[in-house]
């Protein structure tokens, strides 16, 4: 038996006796996670089951490069075939409107009106003296220059654009990127290292030829800062930059004419 006295004894003898009256508390339950574990398991089975229907039978991790490939290749035919059923559907109209002018009057001065200025528009092949430039990719390094990354070493929209906006400043009659003739409403865009142009996607080196005073194309090109700016990264990354003068071709525009949007000139 254990004897105890003073003040310390009183207050272990009333703390047991409490607790002899106290009724024990039942263990309680935790409403929450009982709840919780169905909705995890739901929620797993549901995963389980999207990941079987997206994988189709094979395996996620697999490399679907391939099909991407024939995806993009079986996508370009079908814009070839569309594109050559609209040449065949404008030819056709041509014919019928050529035809009819024949005997309307109005319909002859206005085919006239728009003869005059084909040439203008980009709707006729021009040969010519003028200036080649040709923008590339760096060759595959063993090692990226110091303070270089991936992005420094490839053509982007800015650097074409900078070429293509100099040799309209320096009086370019007529122009092509990549042989595709284009026009004031036509878009440069590069998609990764890729240029698309006209709904079409091109691959390094792009190729931008222009019809005018060659003199004069080539002074443009050196007073540009976006020019003198691609030079420099040819010296530093070793990236391509050629510019020829000689006797050059543009084909004429054979895309769509039809206009979005345009306004009255005042």
Known sequence: ?????????????????????????????RPGWS????????????????????????ALREDRRPQLTQLIDDTRQRVAEREAEAAR?????????E??????????????????SRQSAGFTALTGSGVTVE???ARRLES????????????????????VNALWAGGAEAMSIMNVRVLSTSAVRCVGNTLLLHGRVYSPPFKIVAIGDPAA???????????RLFKDAVDHYQ???RETVSTVGVPAFEGSTALRSAKVPR
Not at 10 to 29: E, F, I, N
């Open 239 to 241: 990236l391509g930059y």
């Open 89 to 97: 559907l404008r030819e056709n109209v041509e014919q019928q409107t």
């Open 217 to 227: 194309l080539q002074r443009a090109l050196a007073a540009s800062e976006g020019v």
């Open 35 to 58: 709840l919780g574990v169905p909705l995890i398991a739901a929620a797993a089975g549901l995963l389980f089951t999207t990941t079987a229907t997206t994988a189709g039978g094979t």
């Open 144 to 163: 990226l220059p110091e303070g270089a990354s991936n992005d420094d070493l490839v053509v982007h929209q800015g650097d074409v654009q900078a070429v």
């Open 99 to 116: 035809a009819l002018a024949d005997t309307d009057q109005p319909i002859a001065a206005e085919r006239g009106r728009a003869a005059a």
């Open 135 to 137: 923008l590339d990719d």
């Open 1 to 29: 038996m254990e004897y105890t006295s003073g003040a310390a004894s009183w207050q272990k003898v009333l703390r047991r006796v409490v607790a002899g009256l106290l009724p024990r508390r039942p263990r309680q339950r």
